[in-house]
């Protein structure tokens, strides 16, 4: 891909930074307890209850209630943040070091991400990177589905982030694994690529070192 005119790349967290375990991610909330997990669960766009905790119409302490009310059980808020976090199969260092070259090459860096308050518990510690950064630290600014009250492919986030930032989407790579996001960014204009969870796509983008 030529990046010539580019000097914004959004990125999406999971399934692109980060490598997507739906499977653990499910595994884990039924060991807890919370055995019809599949009827709120997707790689993509949440459902139910954990639909509304990424919305933002849920807030983390509502969410960690309704849990415990749908498994019928007490179960503790740390158990079910453990549970969250079985989405996160790996998170790549040399990804991490893309983010820091490219910011050094002068690209501005956005994160537009469907996540919620119990993954960011992790993600904005000194526990997400070996080096102690949080993923705040690699990015320009940080939009969260939660903090942003919608999810993509609403247009809405898209255009709120547009907004807040000032980017133009003609000079701007939007990079997510989900097709809807991709077609609502190609119709805002964004140039856009949709990597496979999990895969190395520097070369294809021309962003190794």
């Known amino acids: ?19 997507l375990n739906i499977n653990e991610a499910i ?7 919370l055995e019809n997990i599949e009827e709120f669960l997707d790689p993509y766009h949440q459902k139910g209850i954990f639909l509304a905790l990424e919305d933002g119409s849920m807030s983390a302490e509502a969410f960690y209630d309704a ?13 079910i943040i453990w549970a969250w976090l079985g989405f996160i199969e790996d998170l790549p260092v040399y990804k991490l070091k893309m983010l820091d070259n490219l910011r050094q090459q ?3 860096l956005y994160l537009l991400s469907n996540t919620n308050p119990c993954v960011m518990s992790w993600a904005m510690s000194s526990d997400f990177s070996p080096e102690g950064k949080t993923l705040a630290d690699y990015f320009d600014k940080c939009y969260l589905s939660y903090q942003q009250g919608c999810v993509k492919p609403d247009v809405r986030i898209f255009d709120s982030m547009i907004k807040d930032s000032g980017i133009i989407p003609q000079e701007t790579l939007f990079i997510d694994d989900g097709k809807a996001n991709v077609e609502m960014g190609n ?17 294809e983008l021309g962003l190794i070192d």
């Open 1 to 19: 891909m030529n990046l010539n005119g580019i000097k914004n790349i959004v990125f999406d967290l999971g399934g692109v930074l980060i490598t």
């Open 27 to 33: 595994r884990r909330f039924k060991a807890i307890g």
């Open 67 to 79: 849990v415990r009310k749908e498994a019928g059980k007490d179960i503790s808020d740390k158990d």
């Open 106 to 108: 002068g690209y501005k």
């Open 187 to 203: 119709q805002l204009g964004f140039h856009t690529y949709q990597p496979i969870n999990g895969s190395d796509f520097r070369e």
